[in-house]
Structure formats: C-alpha cells, structure tokens
C-alpha cells in the first residue's frame, strides 16, 4: 500500500469515478490508475468498487471505509509538511483566498491591506468564484480560506466564522418615480422590470424567498454575478437594481439613488471558511482574526480541529 494507491481512492470518489479525468488529476495514465486499484484490491483481499463491465459505478461498503481511512492518512501527511513550514517560513510564503466578486472589491480591501503590512513577504492570491465554486477550492485544496454569502455554514466539512452582516438596497437612476416614495414595498418592485444578481450568490435566494412568500413572481430582466455590471444597466435606465448595500457608493455612484430595503429582505451574513482538521500557516490564522477581530485563536483552532476525523478532507502532498 502507497500513497499514490490512496489518492486514486480519494480522486475517483471526487471524480465521479471517471478514471480518465483521476488520471489526468494525478498525472498519470488510466492504465496505472487501474493497476494500482487492482493491486490495492488484490493485497487487501477486498472489492473497493463497484463495476459494471470496467466501468466504475460507485464504491462497496468495504470501499467506503477506506476512504474515510484515506482521506485521514492523507491529511495527516499533508498536515506534516504544513507543521515544518509553519516552523521554517512563518512569515513567508503564499495564502490563497476564494471568495466572490463583491467581498474581493468592497470588504476585503483594507483587510488585505492591514495583513500586508503585518506579512510584506507573504504572497496573496485571490480567486473569484461563486459559493459552490469556492466551496469546491476548499475541498480541492485550491484554497486555504473561503469567504461568501451561501453555502460555506452549510457544509459539514467547514468551519465556519461569521465576518459581517449586510442588506440588500434597491438602487435606480436619479429622478426615477420610486425616489418619491417614502418607503418602498414589494408590491412596488414587483411592478418593475428588476436587475440582480443571478441564482446562487450575494444573498440571492433571500430575494427570491421575499417574493415567493408573498405570492409573488418579479420580472428579473437581466441577472449578473458583478454589482458593478448590475448598476451599469441601472444607470441605462434598463430597470430597478437589487444589489449589495456596501457596493453602492454615493460618490463613486454619481447618477444613482438608493434607497433603503433593509425592510425587505432577510439580513445576510458573510462567512469565513477553512477545511475542517486542516493545518494552517500562522499568517492565515491572523487573516481570520483582521476579518473579525473578536475571534481568539483558540477560539479558531477549536473549531477546526473539532471532529476533524469525521471531516471529508482533501489534501495534495
């Protein structure tokens, strides 16, 4: 049994079983994908999969379990090349970020400046995405932290901290009918072709949720992933936008009206994400901390090596 046997297990589970796309992953040939799964079945005694002709279809029981067992071994391994950087290159090295489009433009600038100057030497990369795609980052290993709307609290394999709470506010061009209105209702909205984000991130599905309660169904004219796209198509006059309330700026916005929808919509919360039981470099406890500065960093370890062993963990070593 070698390690390289353990990450096709745990590549052909997050594969979908293609071994085509596990060998391409591994770099390697789907021929020496499949002898080490016939080697590793063979020494163990074992059915590790279930096939249909040389398809695999899924995992036995016996399978499983060893992939549980898997993943384990593999995060211990990379948690030990983690431990040695911690203590050789504590202020050096790379920290990855995935989060979406709104947090990397309007909350995360001073953050990545006050960790700047607290780390000069460590390299900071931000990668956009949607929650799920930054979900699939942290599993991958593509990512060490992950910050959004959606999804992160909902996935056992996380923790999970609270950085900020926001609202949606509803955004139209200067002089448009509803800046006469004292307060604006959902009734009124309704009535007007809407511009927002599309399904899945900034607080979406809150919006949908409002409408649906109520019996109704809006005009979505046009839905995007960019707050600075959904304004652009306001100030065309193209319809109402929904947007982020720290996106709008009134300066920066010079055209546009927004008016308060806190009465509308659900609050959101922004969440911080690590991969459960995984090791991280000291600065990345840090940025967790610039992000919400009542959080110890016990308070912080304790949660993401709570339960760890029952955690999925996706490690590259």
């Given amino acids: 049994m070698n390690f390289q046997q353990l990450k096709i297990i745990r590549e052909s589970a ?8 596990v060998a391409n992953t591994l770099f390697t040939s789907q021929s020496g994908v499949s002898r080490h799964i016939r080697e590793l079945e063979e020494e163990l005694g074992i059915e590790i999969f279930i096939r249909r002709g040389k398809r695999l279809l899924g995992m036995t029981e016996p399978g499983k379990e060893l992939l549980v067992v898997a993943e384990r071994i593999l995060n211990d391994a990379s948690n030990i090349r983690r431990l040695a950087n911690v203590f050789t290159n504590n202020d050096t090295g790379q920290l990855v970020i995935a989060t979406t489009h709104t947090q990397a433009r309007y909350s995360l600038p001073p953050v990545i ?8 030497q460590v390299r900071l990369v931000l990668n956009q995405g ?9 599993h991958s290993g593509e990512a060490d932290i992950g910050i959004a709307s959606e999804q992160l609290i909902n996935d056992s394999s996380l923790a999970a901290f609270s950085y900020y709470r926001w609202h949606h506010s509803v955004i139209v061009p200067e002089h448009h009918p509803l800046t006469q209105e004292p307060v604006i209702t959902l009734e009124m909205l309704n ?5 927002t984000y599309r399904q899945g991130i900034t607080g979406r599905s809150r919006l949908d949720r409002a409408f649906q309660a109520v019996g109704m169904s809006p005009d979505i004219t046009l839905s995007a992933q960019d707050s600075d796209v959904i304004k652009t198509y306001v100030e065309l006059g193209l319809g109402v936008g929904i947007v982020a309330d720290m996106s709008f700026d009134p300066v920066r916005d010079k055209g546009l009206v927004r008016l308060n929808a806190e009465h509308l919509f659900e609050a959101n919360t922004v969440w911080l994400g690590l991969k459960k039981g995984q090791l991280q470099r000291n600065y990345a406890w840090k940025f967790i901390q610039l992000c919400n500065t009542e959080l110890s960093l016990d308070d912080i370890k304790d949660k993401v090596f709570s339960d760890s062993d029952e955690a999925v963990i996706d490690y590259q070593i």
Avoid at 130 to 138: C, G, H, N, Q
């Fill in 14 to 21: 997050r594969c979908n079983y293609n071994l085509t796309e």
């Fill in 113 to 120: 400046k006050a960790f700047r100057s607290l780390y000069p």
């Fill in 191 to 195: 009535a007007e072709p809407l511009i």
């Fill in 130 to 138: 949607t929650p799920d795609e930054i979900v699939a980052m942290l």
